[in-house]
């Protein structure tokens, strides 16, 4: 069971990066072209906010039952949590950054639900492109060594 919510969200991760980036790419042609927020810009910040909500349900569930969040702190205590970089990551920096880009997500996705013109293009493009940049940091890449995880679920790295 948690291994399966963990490969969920594993997976959602590549949605979240595949829709951002698709959503950025829309909002800055937008922007330059001064074309008006139409549905299917709507349609993709819509279900990248699912996905974020959605990921954000699991890494909850995750950091509060699992080894990898409440229960270092408890264990270790948050002196040696701070002072160890992986443990640091897992119950401090992966909750914080990822929380502060779905907010950032929900924002940019507010702005463009009800937009008739072009104005909103600006703005979600602003907070989806700092989204990206928190998540990018804050994933747990293969290459970092000390959290690294796997690409795809049930990968070995
Ligand atoms: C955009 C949002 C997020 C992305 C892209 C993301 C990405 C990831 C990835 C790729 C992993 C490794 C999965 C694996 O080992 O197969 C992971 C693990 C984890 N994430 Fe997230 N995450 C996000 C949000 C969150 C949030 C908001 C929380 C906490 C509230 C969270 C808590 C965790 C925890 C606790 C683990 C480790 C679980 C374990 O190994 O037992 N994540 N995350």
Redesign the pocket.
């Known amino acids: 069971m948690?291994t399966g919510l963990?490969?969920l969200?594993?997976l959602?991760?590549w949605v979240?990066l595949v829709l951002i980036v698709v959503a950025i790419f829309r909002h800055l042609t937008g922007m330059n072209q001064k074309r008006a927020v139409n549905a299917g810009d709507k349609k993709i910040d819509l279900f990248l906010m699912i996905a974020?909500h959605t990921?954000?349900v699991l890494?909850?569930v995750?950091?509060f039952v699992?080894?990898?969040?409440l229960k270092l702190i408890q264990n270790a205590g948050m002196k040696a949590v701070m002072e160890n970089s992986a443990m640091r990551f897992?119950a401090i920096e992966?909750?914080t950054g990822?929380?502060i880009?779905?907010v950032l997500i929900t924002i940019g996705r507010g702005k463009v639900k009800r937009a008739v013109d072009y104005t909103a293009h600006k703005k979600a493009f602003t907070f989806f492109l700092l989204a990206l940049i928190i998540?990018l940091a804050s994933?747990?890449w293969p290459f970092r060594e000390a959290v690294a995880?796997?690409w795809f679920?049930g990968m070995h790295i």
């Open positions: 948690y963990l490969h969200h594993n959602l991760r979240i974020a990921t954000l890494g909850l995750q950091w699992g080894d990898f969040g897992w992966h909750i990822m929380i880009a779905i998540i994933v747990p995880r796997p679920p």
